[in-house]
């Protein structure tokens, strides 16, 4: 089915491309009581443009859950340990005292773990009024697409492995709970998604440390290729811009995202819940 069909087939959602690579403006839903006709919409809707942006959205944290769970369990991050309150909410907060900003380079989510989220759903606040914490997302499928036949073909039954220390300690010098480690886990560098079936590229500048079986300085060197690869090509990219109300759901297999801190020293705030995966990155 072409695009332009597809968009007209929505009976319950207004859907408008925010790219052609991914990234679509959702409207005509309210996200605090969709119907079970406008998920399964929204569901295959997902799948067509991988980021879903809903502007205009009224959300209490219970409401903002129900809609998360409506697509899977709620994951709990693994840095909600040192922050406290809503273990199935992680706050995305930073003002004028913030050390760093979460998100600000570009990542998948929570990839150390065994089995990765399947997608996020942000919901914004506050913005900073100088115009500034827009967040870019790149569609995974088009940057394994974009190699050459010779690179898909030396990485295509590699894995990589992707540490949760190197952003929660390395980045943010938050210490694991005591006795215990942040998550580590192997994946392979292009598992096809479990719904599509499509390959797509699953190594990120956040948490992927090393590609396995290659001398140190041979990975090092691979690895910022790809992750050049990855931030250096607008065409694999959307950028969202957020208003207080604004909800981004995102495909956690296929995209990354990068949130933008531009806008030091003004302030942005928002919650994120994460859906937990049904299974490991897989060949
Ligand atoms: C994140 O989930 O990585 C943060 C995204 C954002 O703040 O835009």
């Not at 903002?64 to 340990?81: D, M, Q, W, Y």
């Not at 590609?211 to 060197?221: D, Y």
């Not at 208003?243 to 933008?260: E, F, I, K, S, V």
């Amino acid at each position: 089915m072409s695009a332009a069909s597809a968009e007209a087939s929505w009976r319950h959602i207004e859907v408008e491309p925010l790219a052609p690579s991914l990234g679509a403006v959702i409207r005509g839903v309210d996200l605090a009581s969709p119907t079970a006709t406008q998920l399964e919409e929204l569901r295959s809707v997902w799948a067509e443009h991988l980021v879903l942006t809903f502007p205009e959205q009224t959300l209490d944290r219970e409401a903002h859950k129900a809609f998360g769970r409506a697509f899977g369990t709620l994951h709990v991050h693994p840095l909600n340990h040192a922050r406290g309150g809503d273990d199935e909410i992680l706050v995305v907060k930073t003002d004028a005292n913030s050390k760093y900003t979460a998100g600000d380079g570009w990542h998948t989510d929570v990839s150390c773990d065994a089995i990765p989220p399947l997608g996020s759903a942000l919901y914004i606040k506050e913005v900073p009024s100088n115009g500034g914490g827009d967040t870019l997302f790149a569609s995974m499928y088009l940057a394994w697409e974009a190699l050459s036949e010779g690179l898909q073909n030396f990485l295509v039954d590699k894995f990589a492995v992707h540490d949760g220390a190197l952003p929660y300690v390395g980045a943010y010098g938050v210490a694991p709970p005591e006795g215990s480690n942040y998550p580590r886990n192997r994946h392979p560098i292009a598992p096809r998604h479990p719904v599509t079936g499509r390959r797509l590229l699953y190594v990120n500048s956040g948490f992927t440390s090393h590609i396995e079986g290659l001398k140190r300085e041979e990975s090092r060197a691979i690895l910022d290729l790809l992750f050049r690869h990855i931030e250096r090509n607008p065409r694999f990219q959307c950028r969202v811009r957020w208003q207080p109300g604004t909800l981004t759901l995102w495909d956690n297999r296929c995209t990354q995202h990068h949130a933008l801190w531009d806008y030091y020293p003004e302030s942005r705030y928002g919650e994120r819940v994460s859906i937990v995966g049904e299974a490991a990155p897989a060949l």
